[in-house]
């Protein structure tokens, strides 16, 4: 499952976001989206973990919690808008 994590602190690297997450099963893949030109972190980010179970759970036990001085929402994330042509 895919996972998305809104409402990162800035300071929050790909390390520590899986680390949080590792406490609810095993994680695949994690990304912090960062601005291409500066390379700041724009406060979001996503995660794969391979077991569905175990992303519920994760989502369920992070989604509102503070981390970093921040509320985490936390969701599965949905696929990207198709775009259409006109």
């Not at 809104?6 to 680390?19: A, C, H, I, R, S």
């Not at 406490?23 to 030109?37: A, F, L, N, P, R």
């Amino acid at each position: 499952m895919n996972i998305y994590v809104g409402n990162l602190n800035y300071k929050v690297k790909e390390d520590d976001l899986k680390t949080v997450f590792e406490d609810y099963g095993q994680v695949e893949s994690v990304k912090v989206i960062t601005d291409k030109m500066s390379g700041r972190s724009k406060g979001f980010g996503f995660i794969e973990m391979q077991n569905d179970d175990e992303a519920r759970t994760a989502i369920e036990a992070l989604h509102e919690s503070e981390y970093e001085g921040r509320k985490m929402i936390v969701n599965e994330a949905r696929p990207p808008r198709e775009f259409n042509d006109r």
